[in-house]
Each structure stands twice: as structure tokens, then as C-alpha cells.
């Protein structure tokens, strides 16, 4: 954190210049954030787009591998090679800030700034979710309290309201408490907001047209007759528009070295499909030769999703997918405790590189990607142990880079941009291959997931969640793709089982219909989608000095 209070930034007014953005033109949230209006990005000039880079990782552990770190030490790297270059980041949910990851916004010197501000509230997108979100349940409570025309079924409300901050004691609440003039009681529940559909639909989104038409095909409830009742159906989808018109145009930020980014969209690969906007994406591949971007969490979580799930919505081609490793990690999945991975232990790290290799196999054989892997060096990482990596990279056929960016900034990532470059080729990039097809029942595409990139056996579901999967057929859904919820620390949906287990069996606990973002959620194990916080939470050591600064964040 000391590091970036500590950096110069530009004007943001100079970066949107740098892009070929009338400064005239942007929206400034002070003096070093900006929103980039629709109706600026729709006018830019026609020009050949960029190259898109996707960055994933390995199974994480409590050490952290430092994607976002990479991704930003990728872009300064880029830029330093003269290479006209822009990062799409997702934004930081408050719930992880204050519970047990401090800070998302990179790390070292390969950061995105101002930092504090990223991680505390922003330019306000995810208040504005919420308010959509609550404004829906809201609105759904109240058209059954003055007289229910729609004969909603008041026992199959499914829609959820939201909250940016872990809380384990809302997930399942009864509203409606007091008497008559307070409604009726009902079971419900909280989700944080980057679970919620209403999020999702603003990832998703091409157009505020577009925007408006997805949160209308919501789907809230059934009828006393079981036909789905959607947002549209109650009239709320235009108010839910006009407070998400701001949110959705993307936040420009800047990197430590002044590498322009957008930051827009929600995290959360685990329970989510955890990527940036689509509107992000799009306006930085017409504004920059290479975009980097990122998925949330492994190649098993993110990545799957940013491929099955985005790329065939938003006709997305990355050029190469980069898979960051540690040192640390591969000894972490070789079994060695938490507190042991600072000494050098070779035979730990191979015996790790299970992990690893399965998460490349992953990109390359079931995505059809280009693969480089990136090794995020830490200090005390032993040669010997970057070089079992490397030994295990060239056998499986990818090139691996160790990478200094988090104590060098963009300077240390050279050769990895260099490498990522020459993977990438000049070509356009072709399609994508999927991990099923848009054919298969719904449960078949889990069972696809769950053994061609989990390594699992089968898939178990009980008989009620069976028939809910039936009656989503039945009503037209099933050729929907899958959104996966479960575990990020594991491929199986038990978080202790490291390495890369095989032969496991993933059994969803609850299915849900996301028909405004176009996907079934299949919640799996014991994931939540209302995290709790932890025994001693960050939020501890977060505080505000006597100058006025904040301290303790990261």
C-alpha cells in the first residue's frame, strides 16, 4: 500500500488522451478515475483490433499466485516494449477486502491506482447493483401486498436481495415480520453482489438496449399455475436500467506506469462467472493492440466460464492464455504446510506440478489455447525450484517464464511479454473449442466440466434438484450453458483435497436460472453464495491515519 501512495500518477485526463479520447469528453471521478460514456466509446474511429490476452492461474492457495499482479506487470511490460497496450480488470467486492484478502488491485510495484479508492467503493458500480437487485425484490413484495394480479406463488419466490459485505447470519432470513402493514412473511436470503444475476447482466451486456432486455427476461418466481414470472412482467426492469445508465459505461484507471485500464465488472470465478464487462473488453480491443485481461481464480473456475460461457456470448477470440504459477504453490499442492513453504524442497514442487499441468491441459486441449505459463518469482525462491517447473513446462510443450514484475514492475516482465507476443502470432485468432456443447442436457454439460477439466468421475444430484433441472428443460432453458459454483481451492468440491485429484465425484446442492444472463448455476458441495467472514478478518487491521489516510489495507 505504501508503494502506491507513494506513485505519481498522470491525470486521468492525459491517459484517456493517450487512448485517443477527447479528454473533453470523459466523465472525471476526481482527478485519477474516470468513466468513459457509451456514446464516446460507440464514436471512436474504426481501427484494427487488438490482441487479446487472457490470464488464469493454477488451484489458489493461502499464499496467492498474483494473477491481477501479472496481469498488470504483462501491461506495463507491453507498454515498455512499445507496444500500445490496455488492462480489463474485474472490480474488487468489499466483502474480501474486509474479510481475508485485503486488497485486489495487484500488488508490489505492478499495481493499478489509486488503489485505496478501487478497493473502497469506486466510481459506486456495485451500489448500483445492489440498489437494482433490492429495488427488484422489492418491487416483487410489493405487488403481491396490493393484490397479486399476477398470482405469484408466494412459496416460489426465487430472487434473492444483495450486500457487498460478507455476512453469514443474512444467507437465510424471514421477512415480512410485524403485522399486516408490513407485508407477509417470507423465507429469503442475501447474496453478496457479485453473485447476483443483476450483476451478471451488466458483465454481459453490449448495449444499454441490451442491458434492459436481459434484466427484463429475469426471472423472479412462478405462478400458482408454475409459469415463470420475470421483471419484466412487474415493470421493473426500466427503473433497474436508469440506475445501472452510469454504471455500465467502463472506469479508467492507470497503472503504476501509466498503462490505461479499465476496471468494470464483477470477481468471484467461484461463484460467478467472475469476469470484467463484455462493454470493457470490446472498447479496449478498439482502442489497443494487445488487451490483457483476467479470469477469476484456476483455469478450472474462471477460465472455463470466460470460454463456455463469455466467449460464445460476446464472440471473444483470445490469442493466448497465460497460466501464472508459484514456487510456492506448486509446493503447497506437493503437500507441504503453510508454514514450511519458505524452505526449498524440489521434490514438493514436482510433486505439485500435478496442478499445474492439468490446468494447462485444460487450456490447450479442452479451449484449443496457446499456452504460456508464467512463473511469479518471490525472493526466496530457489533456482533449483524455478527450474523443476521449467523442466515440466518444456516437456509439456509450453514455453515458461519467471517473471519479476512485483519487485521490478513492468521492467521485470519483460521476456514474458516477449514470449507471449511470439505465442500469439500475427494470425486472428480462431474460434475457441468449448467443454460441451449447447446440446447436451444441462446435467450432461456439468458431467463435461466435471470430467474433462475436474478430473472427476461423475456428477450426483439429489431427486428434487433432478426435477429441478426437468422442469428448466421443460420450460425452454436447457440449451442454456452452466455456471459452475464450488470450491476455488480444489478441482473437486472438497477445498483440502490439492494436487489434482481424480476419480471424485461432483454433486450439485442447488440449481439456479439465470435467464437475464443467459446461464443455469449449478451450486456444488458446500460453496456459498453469501461468504462469511473469517476468525480474524482484515477488516482489523483496516483503519484511518491521523493525516487521513488509509492504512492497513493490503
Given at each position: ?240 436500467t436508469a440506475l445501472l445508465r452510469d454504471a455500465l ?216 434438484v433432478r426435477a429441478k433441472i426437468r422442469r428448466l ?13 464450488k470450491t476455488q481451492y480444489s478441482f473437486s468440491t ?61
Amino acid at each position: 500500500m505504501e508503494i502506491a501512495q507513494a506513485a505519481t500518477p498522470l491525470p486521468i485526463a492525459t491517459i484517456a488522451e493517450r487512448l485517443g479520447i477527447d479528454p473533453d469528453k470523459i466523465e472525471p471521478y476526481g482527478r485519477f478515475k474516470a468513466k468513459i460514456p457509451l456514446r464516446v466509446l460507440g464514436s471512436l474511429p474504426p481501427r484494427r483490433q487488438g490482441r487479446l490476452i487472457l490470464m488464469t492461474a493454477v488451484s489458489p492457495t493461502p499464499a496467492g499466485e498474483g494473477k491481477t499482479t501479472t496481469t498488470v506487470g504483462l501491461g506495463d511490460a507491453l507498454t515498455r516494449l512499445g507496444e500500445k497496450a490496455m488492462l480489463c480488470l474485474r472490480e474488487p467486492a468489499l466483502g474480501p477486502v474486509f474479510g481475508m484478502k485485503g486488497g485486489a488491485a495487484g500488488g508490489g510495484y505492478a499495481q493499478v491506482i489509486p488503489m485505496e479508492d478501487i478497493n473502497l467503493h469506486f466510481t459506486g458500480d456495485f451500489s448500483a447493483i445492489a440498489s437494482a437487485s433490492n429495488l427488484l425484490a422489492a418491487m416483487i413484495d410489493n405487488h403481491i401486498f396490493h393484490g397479486n394480479a399476477l398470482g405469484i406463488d408466494q412459496r416460489r419466490i426465487t430472487w434473492r436481495r444483495v450486500l457487498d459485505i460478507n455476512d453469514r447470519a443474512l444467507r437465510q432470513i424471514v421477512t415480512g415480520l410485524g403485522g399486516v402493514s408490513n407485508g407477509f412473511p417470507a423465507e429469503g436470503g442475501f447474496d453478496i453482489v457479485p453473485a447476483s444475476e443483476v450483476m451478471a447482466v451488466f458483465c454481459l451486456a453490449t448495449s444499454l438496449a441490451d442491458l434492459k432486455e436481459r434484466l427484463g427476461r429475469i426471472v423472479v418466481a412462478q405462478t400458482l399455475d408454475k409459469r415463470p414470472v420475470t421483471a419484466a412482467d412487474l415493470g421493473a426492469h426500466g427503473a433497474m436500467t436508469a440506475l445501472l445508465r452510469d454504471a455500465l459505461s467502463p472506469n479508467l484507471v492507470q497503472t503504476m506506469e501509466h498503462t490505461p485500464a479499465f476496471v468494470h465488472g464483477g470477481p468471484f470465478a467461484n461463484i460467478a462467472h467472475g469476469t470484467n464487462t463484455v462493454i470493457a473488453t470490446h472498447s479496449a480491443l478498439r482502442l489497443a493492440d494487445w488487451v490483457v485481461t483476467e479470469a477469476g481464480f484456476g483455469a478450472d473456475l474462471g477460465a472455463e466460464k470466460y470460454f463456455d460461457i463469455v466467449c460464445r456470448d460476446a464472440g471473444l477470440r483470445p490469442a493466448c492464455a497465460v497460466v501464472v504459477t508459484t514456487v510456492r504453490a506448486m509446493k503447497y499442492h506437493g503437500g507441504v504446510a503453510v508454514e514450511d513453504l519458505p524452505d526449498v524442497d524440489v521434490d514438493a514442487v514436482r510433486g505439485g506440478l500435478v496442478n499445474l499441468e492439468r490446468h494447462v491441459a485444460t487450456m490447450r486441449d479442452v479451449f484449443g489455447q496457446k499456452v504460456v505459463v508464467a512463473i511469479n518469482h518471490r525472493a526466496e525462491d530457489a533456482p533449483e525450484e524455478v527450474a523443476a517447473i521449467v523442466e515440466a513446462c518444456v516437456r509439456l510443450g509450453v514455453p515458461a517464464v519467471e517473471a519479476r514484475h512485483f519487485a521490478e514492475g513492468g521492467a521485470g516482465a519483460e521476456e514474458l511479454a516477449r514470449v507471449v507476443m511470439r505465442v500469439a502470432g500475427d494470425n486472428a485468432p480462431t474460434e475457441p473449442t468449448y467443454g460441451y456443447p449447447l446440446t447436451d442436457s444441462l446435467l450432461g454439460k456439468l458431467r463435461a466440466v466435471a470430467t474433462r477439466v475436474y478430473g472427476a468421475s461423475d456428477v450426483s444430484a439429489s431427486s428434487a434438484v433432478r426435477a429441478k433441472i426437468r422442469r428448466l428443460e421443460a420450460d425452454g432453458f436447457g440449451g442454456l450453458p452452466i455456471c459452475v459454483a464450488k470450491t476455488q481451492y480444489s478441482f473437486s468440491t472438497d477445498p483440502k483435497l490439492r494436487g489434482a485429484p481424480e476419480g471424485h465425484v461432483v454433486d450439485v446442492r442447488e440449481v439456479r436460472l439465470s435467464a437475464g444472463a443467459d446461464f443455469v448455476v449449478m451450486i456444488c458441495g458446500t460453496i456459498m453464495t453469501m461468504p462469511g467472514l473469517p476468525a480474524r478478518p482484515s477488516a482489523e487491521a483496516i483503519d484511518v491515519d491521523e493525516d487521513g489516510e488509509i492504512v492497513g489495507l493490503f
